[in-house]
């Protein structure tokens, strides 16, 4: 079956431009994070959803970053006025429930602000 | 703040040898332990999971152990080959805010050499 897919794989935004990241996470999974990933780093959490509901967003990094799930399957991760300091991969992950459940990674979207 | 460290940050060996991979943790209050593989420019494939009750998990050439108490956790590569190059990620899923809250280390790069 098809696993976690994101879009775009790539993504070179100005300075101030506003982007969206979208990721299909595998269908039935009830539970979607957002990681990001700068170069030579781990990922670190941004945001998790539970179906449509946003029940942790602890990890985003400015009023900037904005993530939604409206239908509780599709999400998009949204930077507003993008600065260079976004620059890094953005993953997405899925999981059947919450907790010890494990969580399947989709290939990740670079974005690179210029 | 649960902080995970991975030593070696890069590591490189011969084709055909056993080599061991170590991730340490600060809090052990955690509900399990994931090794990662990352090939560049994709996302990550999940290798092990380890909940915190057990100690260790086998999956071919790969074993992993979980010592909770010390806070360490070491993946074991038998027989390395070319294919194994990349990089290997560990995280420890925590209790509190997020149910699916993975911290990364930053990872060991490996390189097999033919």
């Known amino acids: 079956g098809a696993g976690v897919s994101q879009s775009p794989r790539y993504k070179v935004a100005k300075r101030g431009q506003d982007v969206a990241l979208r990721c299909d996470p595998i269908?039935?999974?009830?539970?979607l994070f957002w990681y990001q990933q700068a170069l030579g780093q781990g990922p670190e959490f941004l945001t998790y959803f539970q179906n449509e509901a946003q029940l942790d967003k602890s990890g985003l990094p400015s009023d900037r970053f904005f993530a939604e799930r409206p239908e509780g399957s599709v999400s998009t991760l949204k930077i507003q006025r993008t600065q260079q300091e976004d620059s890094a991969v953005y993953l997405c992950a899925s999981s059947f429930g919450g907790g010890d459940y494990e969580q399947y990674f989709g290939p990740g979207t670079r974005l690179t602000v210029t | 703040k649960q902080e995970v460290t991975q030593i070696p940050a890069a590591l490189s060996v011969p084709e055909g040898e056993n080599l061991v991979l170590n991730c340490s943790f600060t809090d052990s209050a955690i509900y399990n332990l994931q090794w990662f593989r990352q090939d560049p420019g994709k996302g990550l494939t999940s290798l092990l999971l380890?909940?915190?009750?057990?100690r260790e998990q086998t999956s071919g050439r790969l074993n992993a152990s979980l010592d909770k108490s010390s806070g360490r956790s070491t993946l074991y590569i038998a027989a390395s080959q070319p294919g194994d190059s990349a990089t290997y990620l560990c995280?420890?899923?925590?209790?509190?805010?997020?149910?699916?809250?993975?911290?990364f280390g930053k990872g060991t790069k490996l390189s097999v050499k033919p």
């Open positions: 995280a420890v899923l925590i209790p509190g805010g997020s149910q699916g809250n993975l911290i």
């Open positions: 269908s039935g999974h009830v539970s």
């Open positions: 380890i909940q915190s009750s057990q």
